[in-house]
């Protein structure tokens, strides 16, 4: 099978774009694991089909699959880099439009240059706290700066989801740690029945934080829109940064501006094309 594809990254975050407006990809699991290979595919942190609406009134849909093939729920910064393929492509001839995921429906609105989209905010929705809907096995009404044993080293946790499960734990050096260790026992740690992504961050100030991510599925990345998400919400929420602010979030591939309050998530960054291309698989 020959595949066009669409290399694109969102603050460092890859993927391989697949337009399957007109046609279906088989096996999209299997694809993924072969695609992002680094050594022997393409390279990226997964890939990202991009289809018709399925709910109405939606502009499009997107998918997402892992490294490994699992398949993800949501993509912060994949959705802006779909949302620039389609109007770049125009496909959907507008900067303001609603893509649909598998958290559900999001509004993206794109900022443009030359005709072209650079960048884009993104309405990620509420962010969700209760442990049931994350899901994470703890009681309460939320997760804030609990206690979580990871191989005999106890480690205060906020979770938080974005569509993805997410746990934040506050460092001094996000740097110095050894996140290939350390990453799959958050990942995998039992109070987290579908994984977690977990995000190590380091407060800068009170409107600028510094994080590195693993993401389940995918090991550690440049990036990750929904993780960014989730570091300024928990930061918020541990008082560590203001509520309603513009709160600055660094990662090693690049930077967003997330603003949150109790009624939504916004995420504004850069979505960046690569290179096109075509694969025999």
């Known amino acids: 099978m020959r595949i066009e594809f669409t290399k694109m990254h969102g603050a460092g975050n890859d993927y391989i774009y697949i337009n399957t407006w007109e046609h279906e990809i088989n096996d999209p ?3 993924a694991v072969v695609l992002s290979d680094r050594h022997y595919g393409i ?34 910064n994949g959705i802006r880099c779909t949302a620039k393929y389609l109007f770049d492509n ?9 893509i649909d995921t598998m958290s559900g429906r999001r509004e993206i609105l794109l900022y443009t240059q030359n005709g072209q989209a650079s960048s884009a905010r993104v309405d990620m929705g509420r962010a969700e706290l209760r442990p049931s809907m994350i899901p994470v096995k703890l009681s309460g009404d939320s997760v804030i700066a609990r206690g979580l044993d990871v191989n005999g080293v106890e480690h205060k946790i906020t979770c938080v989801s974005m569509g993805n499960p997410h746990a934040v734990v506050f460092v001094e050096e996000p740097d110095a740690l050894d996140l290939a260790k350390i990453g799959p026992m958050f990942e995998m740690n039992e109070i987290f029945p579908n994984r977690v992504n977990t995000e190590f961050v380091k407060v800068a100030d009170k409107n600028t934080l510094k994080m590195r991510v693993w993401e389940r599925g995918s090991g550690e990345t440049l990036a990750c829109g929904t993780g960014m998400c989730a570091a300024a919400v928990a930061a918020a929420l541990n008082g560590c940064c203001e509520k309603g602010g513009d709160i600055k979030v660094i990662a090693p591939g690049g930077e967003l501006i997330i603003n949150y309050t109790d009624e939504r998530v916004y995420m504004t960054g850069n979505c960046v ?5 075509v694969i025999d698989v």
């Not at 009134?57 to 912060?76: H, K, L, P, Q, V």
């Not at 094309?273 to 291309?277: A, E, L, M, Q």
């Open 43 to 76: 390279g990226g942190d997964g890939i990202v089909l991009i289809m018709r609406g399925e709910t109405p009134g939606a502009d499009a849909r997107m998918r997402i699959f892992n490294t490994d093939g699992s398949e993800g729920a949501m993509c912060g």
């Open 90 to 98: 125009k496909m959907v001839p507008k900067t303001n439009m609603t």
């Open 29 to 31: 699991e299997k694809l």
């Open 273 to 277: 094309k690569v290179f096109d291309g």
